[in-house]
Nanobody
Framework: QVRLAESGGGPVETGGSLKLSCAAS????????MGWFRQIEGKEREGVAV???????LYAQFAKGRFSISRDNDEKSVHLQMSNLRPDDTAMYYC?????????????????WGQGTQVTVSS
């Protein structure tokens, strides 16, 4: 069974940067789709960015121009470089993975979810 381990969250000031990382273990192949969702307190979980093994990406509108997703298929890992962070980026960020070869998008029925890593942006 795939396990996802996130790292890299923490406190940061407005305008700062953070890099989130996630590594998949317990599986031989790299997931077709890996990426990030987030949940702001009191709101529904939402997609941030996802990437498939061919390099295709999907970004949420709020992430475009500020966040960048990357993957290392050999390492079965995905990263999210976040810059110019704002207080409204404060959220729990979750890594996701899916092995089905379709639907690398913001649908919430992903096969695996990490425990989450908290990002807190202070003003």
């Amino acid at each position: 069974q795939v396990r996802l381990a996130e790292s890299g969250g923490g406190p940061v000031e407005t305008g700062g940067s953070l890099k989130l990382s996630c590594a998949a273990s317990g599986v031989a192949a790299s997931p077709y789709c890996m990426g990030w969702f987030r949940q702001i307190e009191g709101k529904e979980r939402e997609g941030v960015a996802v990437m498939n093994t061919r390099g295709g990406t999907l970004y949420a509108q709020f992430a475009k121009g500020r966040f960048s997703i990357s993957r290392d298929n050999d390492e079965k890992s995905v990263h999210l470089q976040m810059s110019n962070l704002r207080p409204d980026d404060t959220a729990m960020y979750y890594c996701v993975a899916d092995f089905r070869g379709f639907g690398c998008d913001f649908g919430k029925s992903k096969e695996a979810w990490g425990q989450g890593t908290q990002v807190t942006v202070s003003s």
